[in-house]
């Protein structure tokens, strides 16, 4: 997966963003293992491997992460699910 359309027919130019990751914390998200919060499922940045929950989660540190550092793409962390978003544009990448 290199180029994703976006709405209006083009391709989100934040793919470009996208590099081969290895997990930070494989085990779940980074924040919420060092405090000890709950997540509901999590997110893997395609920039720096960095593990996050999601938007679900109490602490959202996926969406935190990509605001604090500005790497916009992530992908499903979850077993069995294939996709990945865009923090820039709240779309599908």
């Known amino acids: 997966m290199t180029t994703a359309p976006i709405s209006g027919g083009g391709v989100d130019p934040h793919v470009t963003w996208v590099r081969d990751v290895v997990p930070r914390t494989p085990d779940g998200c980074e924040e919420c293992l060092r405090s000890g919060t709950p ?21 959202r540190h996926a969406r935190v992460h990509a605001g604090a550092v500005g790497h916009p793409i992530v992908r499903s962390f979850e077993p069995g699910e294939d996709w990945r978003w865009c923090f820039v544009d709240e779309a599908f990448a």
């Open 39 to 59: 997540w509901v499922h999590l997110r893997l940045c395609l920039t720096c491997g960095h593990v996050g929950c999601c938007d679900s989660s109490p602490m």
